[in-house]
T-cell receptor
Framework: GAVVSQHPSWVICKSGTSVKIECRSLDFQATTMFWYRQFPKQSLMLMATSNEGSKATYEQGVEKDKFLINHASLTLSTLTVTSAHPEDSSFYIC?????????FGQGTRLTVV | EDQVTQSPEALRLQEGESSSLNCSYTVSGLRGLFWYRQDPGKGPEFLFTLYSAGEEKEKERLKATLTKKESFLHITAPKPEDSATYLCAVRNTGNQFYFGTGTSLTVIP
């Protein structure tokens, strides 16, 4: 299957700082990538759809100014959590689709202290 | 409203004890039902895609089946390394994915 690489796998940051998470498609080009957030024992929640060369589409309730998404190339999308607060602590996962199937990155555990 | 419900929430099995995980769904035009395995602290790993009722797919000790309302993931003679959370998702005609909350499987040696 297609390989999606996410970095870092975990990060701890101080409240008020910003954190950038990278998502790369390693063996294919992805014009669209998806960012999810997952709370313990809960389902994946779609945050936004990242489109190469254009603005991301955010789901209802997701603050676009807080979760900045950039999809500058066909193999890289980034999610920046700006002015992070403890309530932003979560597991963030990116995904890309190849034909009808979705493949996921390894996920990033963000802890804001 | 499109949605996916998985049961049970958690399942403990003895090694070698076969069982099934359930994924019930309602969707406005099914364009695929997906099973994923997720290990703690990792992203979901793709297992199967099923497209139409009656379809079955197998991989090692896992077998996925699909009806018009639900899918089952059958685990035959599980081993401790099969312990993980198994996620089910559906894709609708709008190309949107809906995920269940998963079944946490623990296989005891």
């Amino acid at each position: 299957g297609a390989v999606v690489s996410q970095h870092p796998s975990w990060v701890i940051c101080k409240s008020g700082t910003s954190v950038k998470i990278e998502c790369r498609s390693l063996d294919f080009q992805a014009t669209t990538m998806f960012w999810y957030r997952q709370f313990p024992k809960q389902s994946l929640m779609l945050m936004a759809t990242s489109n190469e060369g254009s603005k991301a589409t955010y789901e209802q309730g997701v603050e676009k100014d807080k979760f900045l998404i950039n999809h500058a190339s066909l193999t890289l999308s980034t999610l920046t959590v700006t002015s992070a607060h403890p309530e932003d602590s979560s597991f963030y996962i990116c995904s890309a689709r190849v034909k009808a199937e979705a493949f996921f990155g390894q996920g990033t555990r963000l802890t804001v202290v | 409203e499109d949605q996916v419900t998985q049961s049970p929430e958690a399942l403990r099995l003895q090694e070698g004890e076969s069982s099934s995980l359930n994924c019930s769904y309602t969707v406005s035009g099914l364009r695929g039902l997906f099973w994923y395995r997720q290990d703690p602290g990792k992203g979901p790993e793709f297992l199967f895609t099923l497209y139409s009722a009656g379809e079955e797919k197998e991989k090692e000790r896992l077998k996925a089946t699909l009806t018009k309302k639900e899918s089952f993931l059958h685990i035959t003679a599980p081993k401790p390394e099969d312990s993980a959370t198994y996620l089910c998702a559906v894709r609708n005609t709008g190309n949107q994915f809906y995920f269940g909350t998963g079944t946490s499987l623990t296989v005891i040696p």
